[in-house]
């Protein structure tokens, strides 16, 4: 991506004084000055006391946001151990108590689908539901531990299903209806699921996508009792009658009428979550998430840095395999109005978002770095064209969000609007890096850390840099770390994923820099995930499909720096006699796509000799991408055919 300039220092967007004054920032400032007897004045000193006085912090974060449950005595124990710190450890909680800590004939939930369906959902409504799919959980003997999993649209029921799941301490792991059958398996066959909850079908691009075929073939394979059936189709009964134990929603919650919900509370670090890896190296990591430090860390979120409150209308693009689904959520802890779409953002015209946000009076609307990207590349201007007064914040995630389109969103879709470029990921299920109300928005820049985050940069020798690219560390605990891999039972993955790099430190694996000004560039991943159109998928996955084809004997597969964004580049090996024509293209794409999602799908295919490798054996696909992006490759000594890589300089094929 293109750098702002290090002089560039006129802001895109400074808050004026009466919205710093009003802020739930400041207002969470004033809070704890009266309970520490310190002034916070700037963001700054606000943020070095979250992290240097962890213990008040979290305390006053979980008092401030109102956390449902019983806090107990100790906040914070072993602080200094990564990992190891236990945040409110004598404490009881729920996290779907909290979801549900509203009442009322107010909507909790609005969606929208691609077919222009609206549906929305009251708080009593969700309650009902809640206690009707609870009710059935406990009828099939689900119980604390147990997980469900789920291949789901972003829908109210889905949200549904998975407070149902938590109130009774199971715990929840879901995808979207777009994966392939070995993507879905290669996740949920590892976590041995009791229940499996999918759709009828769902739209996508104007067409309705059929899914009982791929039910038929994943459905025998895993180990749930049941296949709940979700209606978005209207072919619920259609579909279950196809898959060998198949039920619809319908009939699955027939003998149950709805009353209070009966919420269990456990320990703050009881899994809520299971979300998965990248994949980059094998099959996905099962990454288990708690449900206090989800909890904790979203409400800190959504209230201090989103500005989130009662009743406002918070909107992320995402589907229910992205860690966003996850964070969006969450907003029903803050009684705001969880808004939801699912289906393409660019059917039938590339406006369909921004009329859902105009038509919806949306307060917060989230969305990944290349829908911002599409829009300015198609020419798109709802600046002049739709209603967006009641916006009050633009999100970004995904992948780094450029200059242009920094520029893009105050010249194209508004002006008066708090852009919050944020950085995090799955492996947190939150922010490092993000929104600041307080200070102004420059290009190319996230504004800051976030609070009780941490966060330095580092460079080789394990050292603290500013205006220098190094790798993003964070140097003390926080609520979110992950509980533990599933099937990982000596910690080994789990301590290798983030702390072999630096002892006690966590390293992210991202490649960032700061800034004069405070604020961070994100460079990308420091490892060898992909990132096309903001979506993290794996190079594993795409080897798992196209090496299943006779003509191909190997790959290897990159993302390539490409128009802002990132490209899949993938090389193959093929076998004897075979040849890489415009019919093997095909077929290897097709392949891809539905064996593992439209995502996956490469850019460009190119035919090579040889694929460098270590002398262990392992493909090294760092270095065929710093080659690629023209860089010079370390370590070649640790392969053993380093000969090889000259097979991927300057080659045409990437050039256009």
């Known amino acids: 991506m293109t750098q702002p300039s290090s002089s560039a220092k006129t802001p895109l967007w400074t808050p004026d004084s009466e919205r710093v004054r009003a802020s739930r920032m400041r207002e969470f400032a004033d809070f704890c000055s009266a309970r520490t007897g310190d002034d916070y004045p700037d963001y700054d000193r606000l943020h070095h006391w979250s992290v240097t006085q962890p213990e008040q912090f979290w305390d006053a974060i979980w008092d401030y946001a109102g956390v449902v449950g019983d806090k107990g005595e100790r906040v914070l124990v072993d602080g200094d151990k990564l990992p190891g710190a236990?945040?409110?450890?004598?404490?009881?909680?729920?996290?779907?108590?909290?979801?549900?800590?509203?009442?009322?004939?107010?909507?909790?939930i609005v969606f929208r689908g691609e077919d222009k369906v609206r549906m929305s959902m009251s708080w009593d409504e969700l309650h009902e539901l809640v206690s009707r799919l609870q009710q059935a959980f406990l009828a099939e003997g689900v119980v604390a531990g147990d997980r469900i999993a789920a291949m789901v649209p972003n829908m109210p029921h889905s949200i549904a299903c998975m407070i149902a799941a938590n109130s009774i301490g199971a715990i929840w792991s879901s995808c979207s209806p777009d994966f392939g059958e070995?993507?879905?398996?290669?996740?949920?066959?590892?976590?041995?699921?009791?229940?499996?909850?999918?759709?009828?079908?769902?739209?996508?691009?104007?067409?309705q996508?059929?899914?009982?075929?791929?039910?038929?073939?994943?459905?025998?394979?895993?180990?749930?009792?049941?296949?709940?059936?979700?209606?978005?189709?209207?072919?619920?009964?259609?579909?279950?009658?196809r898959v060998g134990n198949g039920v619809s929603l319908e009939r699955f919650l027939s003998a149950y009428s709805a009353k209070p919900v009966q919420f269990q509370r456990f320990p703050f670090d009881h899994p809520l979550y299971i979300l998965f890896s990248s994949g980059t190296t094998g099959v996905p990591k099962c990454i288990v998430h708690s449900q206090g430090g989800v909890l904790i860390q979203h409400l800190k979120e959504h209230m201090l840095h989103c500005g989130v409150r009662a009743d406002d209308r918070v909107f992320?693009?995402?589907?229910?395999?992205?860690?966003?689904?996850?964070?969006?959520?969450?907003?029903?802890?803050?009684?705001?109005?969880?808004?939801?779409?699912?289906?393409?953002?660019?059917?039938?015209d590339g406006a369909a978002i921004f009329e859902y946000v105009q038509d919806e009076r949306i307060s917060f609307f989230g969305t990944s770095a290349k829908f911002i990207d599409a829009g300015r590349n198609d020419g798109r201007r709802p600046i002049e064209d739709h209603?967006?007064?009641?916006?009050q914040t633009i999100a970004s995630t995904g992948s780094p969000l450029s200059p242009e389109n920094f520029s893009f969103v105050y010249d194209g879709i508004k002006k008066d609007v708090h852009l919050a470029s944020v950085s995090g990921g799955?492996?947190?299920v939150a922010c490092f890096v993000g929104a600041v109300p307080w200070q102004p928005v420059y290009s190319g820049e996230i504004q800051g850390p976030i609070l009780g985050m941490s966060i330095e940069v580092w460079n080789e020798e394990g050292k603290p840099v500013r205006e220098e690219k190094g790798e993003l560390v964070c140097t003390r605990s926080f609520p979110s770390m992950p509980i533990m891999f599933w099937n990982d039972p000596d910690g080994a993955k789990y301590h290798g994923a983030y702390f072999e790099r630096f002892d006690n430190i966590w390293c992210h694996g991202d490649f960032a820099e700061w800034t004069e000004r405070g604020g961070m560039i994100i460079h990308g991943r420091s490892d060898a995930t992909l990132n096309p159109g903001g979506v993290r998928i794996g190079t594993a996955e795409i080897y798992n499909q196209v090496e299943q084809m006779p003509q191909v004997e190997e790959a290897l597969c990159i993302g390539q720096d490409w128009d802002n964004d990132t490209r899949v580049v993938l090389f193959v090996r093929l076998a004897k006699d075979a040849e890489?024509?415009?019919?093997?293209?095909?077929?290897?794409?097709?392949?891809?796509?539905?064996?593992?999602?439209?995502?996956?799908?490469?850019?460009?295919?190119?035919?090579?000799?040889d694929i460098p490798r270590t002398k262990s054996g392992k493909i090294t696909e760092l270095a065929v991408r710093d080659i690629v992006h023209g860089r010079s490759v370390k370590n070649q000594e640790a392969l053993a055919n380093p000969e090889a890589l000259a097979l991927y300089e300057n080659l045409p094929q990437l050039q256009a």
């Open 426 to 428: 799955t492996d947190i």
């Open 86 to 108: 236990k945040f409110f450890p004598d404490c009881a909680i729920s996290y779907a108590e909290n979801m549900l800590r509203r009442t009322g004939g107010g909507e909790a």
């Open 580 to 609: 890489l024509d415009e019919h093997l293209t095909r077929d290897i794409k097709l392949k891809i796509r539905t064996g593992a999602s439209p995502r996956h799908v490469p850019a460009v295919v190119i035919a090579v000799e």
């Open 316 to 348: 992320y693009f995402t589907t229910c395999g992205w860690m966003m689904w996850n964070w969006l959520v969450s907003a029903l802890a803050a009684e705001a109005t969880v808004m939801l779409y699912d289906g393409s953002p660019f059917y039938p």
């Open 209 to 241: 996508i059929d899914v009982a075929g791929k039910l038929i073939e994943i459905a025998p394979q895993l180990t749930a009792r049941k296949t709940v059936i979700l209606p978005y189709l209207d072919e619920a009964d259609a579909v279950a009658e």
């Open 387 to 391: 209603d967006l007064s009641s916006v």
């Open 182 to 207: 070995q993507g879905v398996l290669d996740r949920f066959g590892q976590i041995e699921p009791v229940l499996f909850i999918a759709c009828d079908g769902y739209w996508y691009n104007g067409k």
